[in-house]
C-alpha cells in the first residue's frame, strides 16, 4: 500500500504525470478559458506550437471579441 501511496505522491506532488502538461495546454482552446491563461504563446508546452505564433495573436483577438466569452445561460 504505501508503494501505490508513493507512486500517486509523484504524480500528484511531484509532477511527474506525463500528460499533465497537455491537459494545462489543452484549455487554451477553449476560448471561455482565456481571460485566465497566460496570453503568451511560449507559456504552453506543445509540440511544434512555436510555429504557429501569426494565427495565435489571431486566436487570441478573436475570442476576445467572441460571443464564447458570454455565459450561455444569459
Not at 29 to 57: A, C, M
Amino acid at each position: 500500500m504505501s508503494n501505490a501511496a508513493a507512486k500517486l505522491a509523484e504524480y500528484v506532488e511531484v509532477d511527474k504525470q506525463p500528460t499533465l502538461e497537455l491537459f494545462k495546454a489543452v484549455c487554451l482552446f477553449d476560448p471561455r478559458q482565456l481571460p485566465l491563461l497566460p496570453k503568451t504563446l511560449n507559456s504552453y508546452k506543445l509540440p511544434n506550437i512555436e510555429h504557429s505564433s501569426g494565427e495565435w495573436q489571431i486566436y487570441i483577438d478573436a475570442a476576445a471579441n467572441s460571443k464564447f466569452l458570454q455565459d450561455p445561460t444569459e
